[in-house]
């Protein structure tokens, strides 16, 4: 088979048959992408920091089996025989092999039989990459990286990724959250409009701090081969209606939604202020049925309290 980059897939075969992949529980897979410090860290990787942490055993990592070898994948290069002689030391001690692969920070990536996972933020931390490169026509993302001074470091990043990596452009829109008729004016389809029930969270990137007016900005996908597609990206901040307990938190701790100290703490307080701040976030603008969300068999309303 000729090497075609257009019929690759990361979990199909060439020979059509089903790929017997390594079963995970949900837990082993939240283990796995908390894995925020190992040798191998994107593009913040370098070789010097890779000898160092494999020195110390600091490998947090996972070699996962996809259960595809790499000749048997569509759209790659059939190794020759001198390529299969290569292959066969990494093939007989493959523990040893993956070892030295962590400490020389070579990942093959997944044309390779096992891929090494980890926390996916070392190379995109907004985890919208994956979901432009597959062209959906409406992304909705939380941005809950610490971001305190509203710089969108991650979003920057995500900007730069898509454009070099897929020539697709984020293009932001200033929305009035005062003037519905902006919606109209800048084409965004109805379908868009009807399913986000309060227009007025939806603003500039400019309006999305910690205590800006807007919680969510629209963007409009720019692809050079494709029809446009949407994002929704939603941040924490205080703009939402929020419950008495979750404003007096903010008030006492003063702190921001995407601080340092609100990000690492990790009691019964923050985490029920956060849970419910997202909560409040989720049903301002989407709406909810019948205005409420039963948690723990208790009725929460997200309705506006006064400070």
């Known amino acids: 088979m000729a090497p075609d980059p257009n019929t690759f897939h990361v979990l ?54 996809s259960g595809i070898a790499p000749g048997k994948r569509p759209g790659r290069y059939p190794p020759n025989l001198w390529r ?7 093939t007989v001690f493959s523990v040893q092999a993956m070892l030295l692969n962590e400490w020389r920070d070579h990942f093959k990536g997944p044309s390779a039989k096992r891929w090494y996972l980890s926390d996916g933020g070392h190379f995109d ?16 993302a939380v941005d809950a990286s610490q971001d305190a001074c509203n710089e969108l470091v991650d979003v920057a990043v995500l900007m730069r990724q898509v454009r070099l990596d897929f020539g697709a452009e984020l293009e932001w829109l200033d929305l009035d959250p005062t003037d519905a008729a ?33 919680c969510a900005v629209l963007a409009r996908i720019k692809y050079p081969t494709a029809p446009d597609g949407w994002l929704l990206l939603i941040k924490a901040n ?50 909810s049925r019948q205005g409420e969300s039963r948690r723990g068999g208790v009725a929460a309303r997200a309705e506006p309290v006064m400070d």
Not at 84 to 90: A, D
Not at 189 to 200: D, E, M
Request: aromatic share 8%; with cysteine; glycine share 10%.
């Open 84 to 90: 299969r002689i290569k292959s066969l030391p990494s």
């Open 12 to 65: 199909a075969r060439s020979d059509g048959e089903k790929a017997a992949v390594e079963q995970l529980s949900l837990g082993r897979w939240l283990a796995i992408s908390a894995a925020a410090l190992t040798t191998g860290s994107g593009r913040k990787s370098s070789l010097p920091l890779s000898l160092l942490l494999g020195l110390f055993n600091v490998r947090l990592g996972y070699w996962w089996n």
């Open 125 to 140: 931390n907004t985890g919208i990459y994956e979901l432009v490169r597959r062209r959906l026509p409406f992304i909705i």
């Open 182 to 214: 902006d919606w109209a004016d800048l084409n965004i389809p109805a379908w868009i409009g009807r399913l986000i029930k309060n227009h007025s969270l939806i603003g500039g990137l400019d309006q999305i701090g910690s205590k800006g007016k807007c």
């Open 238 to 287: 205080l703009a939402p209606p929020l419950q008495a307990d979750v404003r007096t938190y903010a008030r006492t701790t003063r702190i921001s939604p995407t601080s340092r100290r609100s990000t690492s703490s990790s009691t019964t307080a923050n985490g029920e202020s956060y849970r419910s701040l997202g909560q409040s976030a989720g049903h301002a603008i989407f709406g």
